[in-house]
């Protein structure tokens, strides 16, 4: 799945530069060159990094108002490029990163790249994966019952169980094998909700590092193979 940015500027020469970097990082462009167009397409589409040149006449106006129609408007994160002294306070503006033009390519791709992983990092986050795939439940007097995995992410899972499960003595622990993955995943969990068709919300409370590791890696190749 490819991420979507856009570049506020009528510096050409800088952006056919951001261009190629956001290429190069499999992030899609589009550039704009009039503030108030840019601020209609981010209202009306999802714009993952937005990207904006402090020397573009109105650019202190343009934050302003991006800063007023938030959360309607919830592009993150901003970047905003300027020379040293058209650069403006970060805090005033709510961007996350910066850097400065002539654009440095090392920098610009350190910082897009920083900028990059945090969007990802956000979307894995809450990223569900559907899968169906046998899923052991151990109590805490070592019951054990089977359950069919519904869908997973970083943070738990959802499984159906059979008739008859009860929610009330909670599996402490879970254990799966996923596809692709040598080794299976086994965590320390509780809990967070059930209902009457047997499903179960479970959250993961205890996992070892390199098997976290290891399952957000394969969330993130579901996540792009999608």
């Not at 009306?44 to 129609?69: H, P, T, W, Y």
């Not at 805090?91 to 897009?112: H, Y």
């Not at 990092?121 to 899923?135: F, M, Q, W």
Request: net charge neutral; proline share 4%.
């Amino acid at each position: 799945m490819t991420l979507s940015s856009m570049v506020v500027s009528r510096d050409w020469q800088e952006v056919s530069v951001l261009e190629c970097i956001l290429g190069g990082l499999h992030m899609d462009v589009a550039v704009e060159s009039e503030t108030q167009r840019a601020l209609s397409r981010l209202a009306s589409s999802k714009i993952d990094a937005l990207i904006v040149d402090c020397d573009l006449n109105g650019s202190g106006q343009f934050f302003r108002e991006l800063q007023r129609e938030s959360p309607r408007v919830s592009t993150v994160p901003l970047v905003i490029m300027g020379g040293p002294k058209g650069k403006p306070d970060l805090d005033s503006t709510g961007a996350m990163f910066s850097f400065e033009k002539p654009i440095s390519v090392e920098q610009a791709v350190r910082t897009l790249s920083a900028a990059r992983n945090m969007i990802l990092d956000g979307r894995l986050r809450y990223h569900r994966a559907g899968i169906e795939i046998p899923v052991s439940l151990n109590g805490r007097n070592q019951d054990r019952a089977q359950g069919q995995l519904i869908n997973l992410s970083q943070g738990g899972l959802q499984v159906r169980v059979a008739n008859g499960f009860d929610a009330r003595e909670a599996p402490q622990r879970v254990s799966f094998s996923l596809p692709g993955m040598k080794c299976g995943v086994k965590a320390d969990v509780e809990v967070a909700w059930s209902d009457e068709r047997g499903n179960v919300g479970i959250r993961f409370v205890k996992m070892a590092s390199e098997m976290k590791q290891s399952l957000r890696l394969w969330l993130a190749q579901q996540y792009f193979a999608n």
